[in-house]
């Protein structure tokens, strides 16, 4: 079973940035198209942005401009650069296969508060 561990959140004031990591056991991301998902308190997890395996890119309408995906398939990570933060993208960030495939790792909390 693949694991997924997700890295990189933390307390941010509005506008400011977070990267986040996502590394896979195996370094098996290589093999698909991944996405980072969030969930926020008393909602569902969705969808923000997807990068194919030959790095094509889409995003979630609320994040496009402030979100970047990249990932390194030499090197295993899928990254999540997260500039202009507002108080509306807090929550537990994940990764994971586009469409989803694997268990879902812990997550990493963001939170964007003055």
């Known amino acids: 079973q693949v694991q997924l561990v997700e890295s990189g959140g933390g307390l941010v004031q509005p506008g400011g940035s977070l990267r986040l990591s996502c590394a896979t056991s195996g370094s098996v991301s290589s093999f698909y198209a991944m996405g980072w998902y969030r969930q926020a308190p008393g909602k569902q997890r969705e969808l923000v942005a997807v990068?194919?395996?030959?790095?094509?890119?889409k995003y979630a309408d609320s994040v496009k401009g402030r979100f970047t995906i990249s990932r390194d398939n030499a090197k295993n990570p899928v990254y999540l650069q997260m500039n202009s933060l507002k108080p509306e993208d807090t929550a537990v960030y994940y990764c994971?296969?586009?469409?989803?495939?694997?268990?879902w790792g812990q997550g990493t909390q963001v939170t964007v508060s003055s």
């Open positions: 990068i194919t395996r030959g790095g094509n890119t």
């Open positions: 994971n296969t586009n469409p989803v495939v694997w268990a």
